[in-house]
Every structure is written in structure tokens, then in C-alpha cells.
């Protein structure tokens, strides 16, 4: 059924479905570069800790094992910066924040999460974005285990937003009834940062 393929050559459709992913303003890359503020940090994981606290009914602290056993997922996703450009198709491995928020209780005034990373990083979410479909704490990339640069041991990816969101080195999450901007958002960045809407600067 359907249009003919020749293997390995796309066809039109494609293309065109391929193009439909693309946000206005962003050019594919097939390279995944590395982009951050600041020198990669040196992380040990026998003292690593991912803390959530803020509005929660019981603060959480978490070994990096303890992560790790959680139950993972495989989600593939497109990858969207600010700077412009998109890496399409991502193969991401890791906790999916639904499956986190599992182990939590929120304070019911909790609307918002601060994500908090190294060094000194951090970035804002409503809960929905946080909650969203495809947001999840990965510690693989494309079947490799994450390299230092691209944020090992633990990174977030929020595929729906600009990429500034997806926190590498993260430490924690602080639950907050009010939006407060991250590291990004207080130097002019959007709060939000849809890509489809070129959420980039400013409100
Ligand atoms: N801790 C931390 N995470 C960060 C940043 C940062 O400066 N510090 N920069 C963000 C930005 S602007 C982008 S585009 C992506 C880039 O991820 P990559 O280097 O894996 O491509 O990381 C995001 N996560
Ligand atoms: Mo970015």
C-alpha cells in the first residue's frame, strides 16, 4: 500500500514530514555539539545526590543507584536550541519525570519547578511542562552512556522546549507555587521557551 520506497533514498513524504518538525527560525544539524555556561564538573557518584524539595509534603533524597533503579524508558526526540540549531531523533535513556512524580507528594499550591544543576544552573517549568510527555532524566544518549560534556551522570531533556530547559548535571528539583526565573531566564531568556511560538527572548 502506499507510495513505493527504494531503500535508503526518502521518499517526498518524508521529507515533508521530516520538515513539519523542524520549529521556524531552526536548522538541522546531524553533529550533537555541546553547549553550556561555564567547565564541565567533576561529579563522584558515591556522593552524588538528586534532592527534591520546596512545596512537597516530604523532602526526598536519592543515591545515584537508588535513580538508577528506578524503572527507565526509551523515548526518542528532537532536540531544539535557541542558538538555532535542531538534532532530530534523539535516543534518549532514563527516568521519565511522570515515573519520578510517582515517589512524590506535592504541596497542592505547587505549580512550578525549579531545576537545579550544576554548576550553579538552573531552569524554570510549570509542573505541566515538567509532567509533560517525553520529559525524562536521562543517563544514555543514542545506546552510549552520556559523556561528560553532554551532561553524565544525570541530565533533564524536555524535547517540547528550547533545549536550555533540558538541564544537564542536574542535582535536584525545587516544587515553587510561584514562577521564578532560572539561570537563562534572569540574563533574557523567555520563561517559557515553546519553540513552535519562538519563545527565545524576553516576554
Ligand atoms: N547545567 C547546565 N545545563 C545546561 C546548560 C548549562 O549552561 N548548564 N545549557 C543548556 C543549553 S543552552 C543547551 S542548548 C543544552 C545543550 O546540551 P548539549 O550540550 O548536550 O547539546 O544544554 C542545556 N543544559
Ligand atoms: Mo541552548
Not at 69 to 94: I, M
Not at 111 to 128: I, K, Q, S
Not at 164 to 175: I, N, P
Request: charged share 30%; aromatic share 12%; net charge negative.
Amino acid at each position: 500500500m502506499g507510495a513505493k520506497r527504494r531503500p535508503g533514498l526518502p521518499t517526498e513524504e518524508d521529507e515533508m514530514s521530516r520538515k513539519r518538525r523542524i520549529p521556524p527560525g531552526q536548522t538541522v544539524t546531524d553533529d550533537f555539539p555541546v553547549l553550556h555556561h561555564g567547565s564541565v564538573p567533576e561529579i563522584d557518584l558515591a556522593t552524588w545526590r538528586f534532592r527534591i524539595f520546596g512545596r512537597v509534603e516530604e523532602p526526598l533524597e536519592m543515591t545515584y543507584d537508588e535513580f538508577r533503579s528506578l524503572p527507565s524508558v526509551t523515548q526518542v526526540s528532537d532536540f531544539h536550541c535557541v542558538t538555532t540549531w535542531s538534532r532530530l531523533d534523539n535516543r534518549w535513556e532514563g527516568v521519565a519525570s511522570k515515573e519520578l512524580m510517582k515517589r512524590v507528594r506535592l504541596k497542592p499550591e505547587a505549580r512550578f519547578v525549579m531545576v537545579h544543576a550544576a554548576p550553579d544552573f538552573t531552569a524554570n517549568l510549570p509542573l505541566e511542562d515538567f509532567l509533560a510527555d517525553g520529559v525524562l532524566f536521562a543517563w544514555a544518549h543514542d545506546r552510549k552512556e552520556l559523556t561528560p560534556e553532554h551532561g553524565w551522570p544525570l541530565r533533564l531533556v524536555v524535547p517540547h522546549l528550547y533545549a536550555w530547559k533540558s538541564a544537564k548535571w542536574v542535582t535536584g528539583l525545587e516544587f515553587m507555587a510561584e514562577d521564578r526565573p532560572g539561570f537563562w531566564e534572569r540574563r533574557g531568556y523567555h520563561p517559557h521557551g515553546d519553540p513552535w511560538a519562538e519563545e527565545r527572548y524576553g516576554v
